[in-house]
């Protein structure tokens, strides 16, 4: 049951109420307890036709037909079978009923006759726009640390239909570091990626984006012991201007690291063992 159903109903039996009076002069108690003879009847009978699945798809003006009748019924049983002896209400029971039976009637037209409310604005689709880096996959030496940068890939999130773009170009990748030196530890710092034009120079960022930088250290991968091999993954801004066509010749990923020699030490420490049981 809708709510607009509901209060068709609640307004079909006040307006039953209200009308009873000025149909039915005598034998009524009164404008409060007319409507609330309405108010049972109208409710009544729609929630049992509702109940018992008649009339399911019915409209709305067939439910406050039904409404109708149904705070008729009892107004009506009430004159039979209970009438009261007054002689009529007095003058301000009068107004009421004129008042609120105008206020009731003017409800209903504005309901029917009313802007239609608007369906809800239906959210957007965001659709990720991908663009393919070739090579996908690139070697990276620098001196003792090599490694390789795979599954490069950059994209977009935009809004589906109107291409508005929701999230800038990110660039992301996987990036693996090995330290080949056979007795030299390595302390990885920080790293940046460069992105340069056909003209050899940088495409800088659109104002307020971040500076594409590594941080190896939030990675926990910053130590690398001969011959130990960190992967970490690869998640930063891509400049728009990149993206036009023949604009972006190659990038250029930049690292700081510190060796130190590698040291391995031998520790004895004394221990006795105590006779099996």
Same mark, same amino acid.
Request: charged share 20%; hydrophobic share 50%; proline share 5%.
């Given at each position: 049951m809708?709510?607009?159903?509901?209060?068709?109903?609640?307004?079909?039996?006040?307006?039953?109420?209200?009308?009873?009076g000025?149909?039915?002069?005598r034998?009524?108690y009164?404008?409060?307890?007319d409507?609330?003879l309405g108010?049972?009847?109208?409710?009544?009978?729609?929630?049992?036709?509702?109940a018992?699945?008649?009339?399911?798809?019915?409209?709305?003006v067939?439910m406050?037909?039904?409404?109708?009748?149904?705070?008729?019924?009892?107004i009506?049983a009430?004159?039979?079978?209970?009438?009261?002896? !007054?002689a009529?209400? /007095?003058?301000? %029971?009068?107004w009421?009923?004129?008042g609120?039976g105008a206020? *009731?009637?003017?409800v #209903?037209?504005?309901?029917?006759?009313?802007?239609?409310?608007?369906?809800a604005?239906?959210?957007a689709?965001?659709?990720?726009?991908?663009?393919?880096?070739t090579?996908a996959?690139?070697?990276?030496?620098a001196?003792?640390?090599?490694?390789?940068?795979?599954?490069?890939?950059?994209?977009?999130?935009?809004?589906?239909?109107?291409?508005?773009?929701?999230?800038p170009?990110?660039?992301?990748?996987?990036?693996?570091?090995?330290?080949?030196?056979?007795?030299?530890?390595?302390?990885?710092?920080?790293?940046?990626?460069?992105?340069?034009?056909?003209?050899?120079?940088?495409?800088?960022?659109?104002?307020?984006r971040t500076?594409?930088?590594?941080?190896?250290? !939030?990675?926990g991968? /910053?130590?690398l %012991?001969?011959g130990?091999?960190?992967?970490?993954?690869v998640? *930063?801004?891509?400049? #728009?201007?990149?993206?036009?066509?023949?604009?972006l010749?190659?990038?250029?990923?930049?690292?700081?690291?510190?060796?130190?020699p590698y040291?391995?030490e031998?520790?004895?420490?004394?221990?006795?063992l105590?006779?099996?049981k």
């Amino acid at each position: 049951m809708s709510f607009t159903m509901f209060v068709t109903w609640v307004l079909v039996g006040v307006l039953a109420g209200v009308l009873a009076g000025l149909a039915m002069k005598r034998g009524g108690y009164g404008l409060k307890k007319d409507i609330i003879l309405g108010l049972v009847g109208a409710i009544g009978l729609s929630w049992i036709f509702r109940a018992v699945g008649l009339f399911p798809q019915a409209g709305i003006v067939a439910m406050a037909f039904v409404a109708a009748v149904g705070a008729v019924i009892p107004i009506a049983a009430q004159r039979k079978f209970w009438p009261t002896e !007054s002689a009529g209400e /007095e003058k301000a %029971d009068k107004w009421w009923r004129w008042g609120l039976g105008a206020a *009731v009637v003017a409800v #209903v037209v504005w309901m029917t006759l009313g802007p239609v409310p608007q369906p809800a604005a239906t959210a957007a689709v965001i659709e990720e726009r991908t663009y393919a880096v070739t090579p996908a996959s690139v070697k990276v030496q620098a001196g003792i640390v090599t490694g390789e940068v795979t599954a490069m890939k950059v994209a977009e999130r935009i809004e589906k239909g109107s291409d508005r773009i929701v999230t800038p170009a990110k660039l992301t990748a996987t990036l693996t570091l090995k330290n080949t030196s056979a007795n030299q530890t390595v302390r990885l710092l920080d790293g940046k990626l460069l992105y340069i034009d056909a003209q050899g120079q940088p495409i800088k960022l659109e104002d307020g984006r971040t500076e594409p930088t590594l941080k190896f250290a !939030s990675y926990g991968s /910053e130590r690398l %012991d001969p011959g130990q091999e960190a992967t970490q993954t690869v998640d *930063v801004e891509f400049p #728009v201007e990149a993206l036009k066509a023949k604009r972006l010749k190659e990038i250029r990923l930049a690292f700081a690291y510190i060796p130190s020699p590698y040291r391995a030490e031998t520790v004895n420490f004394a221990v006795s063992l105590g006779a099996g049981k």
